[in-house]
């Protein structure tokens, strides 16, 4: 559903064109298939730890009013734009020719083209990148563009940067070999073939009913102290990689501060953004504490069984708030391996508590 039909010299941007580690896409079916079984009588619903934002989408999708977070900017943009764009907030007329405008924009040398040209792009990509976001943050410096329109904008371009990216999904490192073929001979991945694409913004297919929803930049366990719904759903991260190291690139670009970076990755100082569900030491405190403070009537936690937490200790944690079952869907995920592509089987568990103080 979105709150109009882009024209037709723009291609549609859904939610989930985005490669994010971790993405629900393909698990919705068996996440809504518990909600049915056990919440069914659910109006409202908080998706605190948002990510890609498929899930709130889904969740918006099914007729609840939902609540959406996450401390990530480069997050928090898209979901709001999607999920939360308030209808006449935007002209679509003017929003087309907004993102003509950008795309017709000649590259730049600039901070993009300096430390992301030739590794995570090509320069003519990070050119480009430097040319509309820059337009971008003089329209909303100005006053030219108004708070929805500057969201979708900027979603729109973090949207065209993932897509041209020369990486395997995530930006931890970038593939080395831009100017070769995508694969070598023995089926080692070189080069993200869309990296060599021109970036192309696109048209956001926001909702009609946005303002149904909210979204927030916030950290989960302080934002369920403010939050009383029906349903809340969880899904941490679920292991020692943190994904504002994952998703670096994507978040400088989002907030546009350029700040000095570091390494052969290029990444900037993200101490004020890791996340203790990444912490093997830290995780199942911090759930605990979430766990505790939330005020609603079912909690849905979904967790990889590759997470750091051991299921007997996510199952106590819930229990002190009501009965738990537990439902499994096992199923298959991308990996890499010495740059070799393969996929490997996992078991996504829901962890359904029916809260009961």
Excluded at 72 to 81: D, G, T, W
Excluded at 263 to 286: E, V
Aim: glycine share 8%; net charge positive.
């Amino acid at each position: 559903m979105a709150g109009s039909l882009p024209p037709a010299d723009l291609r549609p941007v859904y939610i989930h064109n985005r490669k994010f580690i971790g993405s629900k896409q393909n698990l919705l079916d068996f996440i809504g298939g518990v909600i049915s079984a056990r919440a069914p009588e659910a109006r409202t619903a908080a998706d605190l730890f948002a990510g890609s934002g498929v899930v709130a989408d889904y969740l918006a999708q099914r007729g609840l009013r939902v609540v959406a977070a996450d401390h990530l900017f480069c997050n928090y943009v898209p979901v709001r734009a999607f999920l939360a764009t308030p209808p006449g907030a935007v002209d679509p007329e003017r929003l087309g020719r907004l993102l003509r405008e950008l795309n017709a924009l000649p590259g730049r040398q600039g901070y993009a083209w300096t430390h992301y040209g030739g590794t995570y792009f090509t320069h003519e990509n990070a050119a480009r990148i430097d040319a509309i976001r820059d337009q971008i943050a003089h329209w909303q410096e100005t006053g030219a563009i108004g708070e929805a329109e500057a969201m979708l904008l900027l979603t729109s371009l973090l949207y065209a940067a993932d897509k041209v990216a020369n990486t395997c999904g995530q930006y931890d490192a970038y593939l080395k070999h831009l100017g070769r073929e995508p694969y070598a001979p023995d089926g080692t991945h070189l080069v993200d073939a869309s990296a060599y694409r021109p970036l192309e913004l696109g048209w956001p297919m926001y909702r009609p009913d946005g303002d149904r929803h909210r979204v927030y930049l916030a950290d989960a366990n302080q934002l369920v102290r403010e939050v009383e719904v029906d349903l809340l759903y969880l899904d941490p991260p679920y292991n020692t990689r943190q994904y504002v190291d994952n998703y670096h690139v994507l978040e400088n670009l989002a907030r546009w501060e350029k700040p000095p970076l570091r390494g052969k990755t290029r990444k900037f100082d993200r101490t004020g953004l890791k996340s203790p569900y990444s912490s093997r030491t830290r995780a199942a405190a911090a759930l605990a504490d979430l766990v505790r403070a939330a005020r609603c009537r079912h909690i849905l936690l979904s967790y990889s069984s590759d997470g750091i937490i051991p299921p007997a200790e996510i199952v106590a944690i819930l229990a002190t708030r009501g009965p738990v079952e537990v439902f499994e869907h096992p199923y298959r995920i991308f990996g890499n391996g010495a740059g070799r592509s393969r996929r490997r089987p996992v078991v996504e568990r829901i962890f359904y508590c029916r809260v009961q103080d």
